[in-house]
């Protein structure tokens, strides 16, 4: 099922409400997303959307992404030029409900096309991080391969070849993770930033994480005690903070139980290299700082 949002003329009419405004920033010269071979002008709002739409657009396709370079997405604001731009874009791949700013620009500059990936990646509650499980990220390949042959019906064929092809491409990532953590079966995961339910689930890990979802969030001095309790007696000699974040609270409690720190990558910056990569470096980290229970 795909899930397709065609510009309304009540759309059109809230941008123009929107461009009455003072300070709404309409006027500000807009940099419209590089278009493909196909004339066609794709924005995803973060960067495992934006690398999986660059994926089954094809080799040499700029996406653009909502998310300022190097920003986490979590509270990320958008440049004035990313919401007027957003109106030329020929698809929006987005996940609605994560970022409030790219939800606000949506409604203020409606893309001509949207692809909200949560119904189809199968969301928990209010934790966005479900392309930490490849299987889930692979679900929203072929739609985005669907959304795009209606924009640009010449290349379909061609998105849905590239979608096919990354979703196998992550089907080979679930097997080596699945492989690789096999023998930590029920291992503790001790993380700062809750990124890591979904993978997890996925890889029969228990996550113990210090912070709640958003990584902005400092832990209390109460959660901190809880943690420790929980983790007392259990087999255990990692604490994971991520990359980009700040390693103090993983280090504070790695110093208060006398154990080491590692490095995980949530992979939700643009800075994160490539998604692929990234989780391959993060199933070593895990090899090398988890424990058999
Ligand atoms: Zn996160």
């Not at 510009?7 to 009455?20: E, G, T, V």
């Not at 309409?26 to 924005?43: K, M, Q, Y």
């Not at 660059?54 to 958008?78: I, N, Q, Y």
Request: aromatic content about 6%; glycine content about 8%; proline content about 8%.
């Amino acid at each position: 099922m795909i899930i397709i949002l065609m510009r309304s003329p009540f759309a059109a009419l809230a941008a123009l409400a929107a461009c009455a405004l003072p300070l709404a920033g309409c006027g500000a010269p807009a940099t419209p997303a590089p278009a493909t071979d196909g004339g066609i002008r794709i924005v995803a709002s973060f960067y495992p959307l934006q690398w999986l739409a660059g994926r089954v657009a094809g080799d040499g396709v700029d996406v653009a992404s909502l998310t300022p370079k190097g920003a986490e997405p979590h509270d990320s604001e958008l440049e004035i030029s990313q919401v007027s731009a957003l109106g030329d874009a020929d698809l929006l791949v987005t996940l609605t409900g994560f970022q409030a700013a790219v939800d606000a620009a949506v409604e203020a500059n409606p893309p001509k096309r949207l692809l909200d990936v949560g119904p189809i990646v199968g969301l928990e509650g209010e934790d966005p991080h479900f392309w930490l499980d490849p299987t889930r990220l692979a679900k929203a390949a072929a739609p985005i391969a669907e959304a795009l042959g209606l924009a640009d019906a010449a290349g379909a064929a061609g998105y849905e070849e590239r979608a096919a092809a990354v979703a196998e491409e992550l089907a080979r990532l679930d097997a080596e993770l699945a492989a690789g953590l096999a023998p930590f079966a029920d291992a503790y995961l001790v993380t700062t930033h809750a990124a890591f339910n979904y993978f997890a689930e996925r890889y029969g890990l228990n996550q113990v994480a210090v912070a709640g979802i958003d990584p902005e969030a400092e832990p209390t001095p109460a959660r901190l005690t809880e943690v420790k309790r929980q983790l007392e007696g259990k087999p255990v000699k990692t604490v994971y903070f991520e990359e980009y974040a700040s390693p103090k609270t993983a280090e504070a409690l790695a110093a208060d139980l006398g154990l080491a720190t590692g490095r995980l990558n949530p992979i939700e910056t643009d800075e994160s290299g490539d998604y692929l990569a990234a989780m391959r470096q993060n199933l070593s980290e895990l090899v090398q700082g988890l424990v058999r229970p």
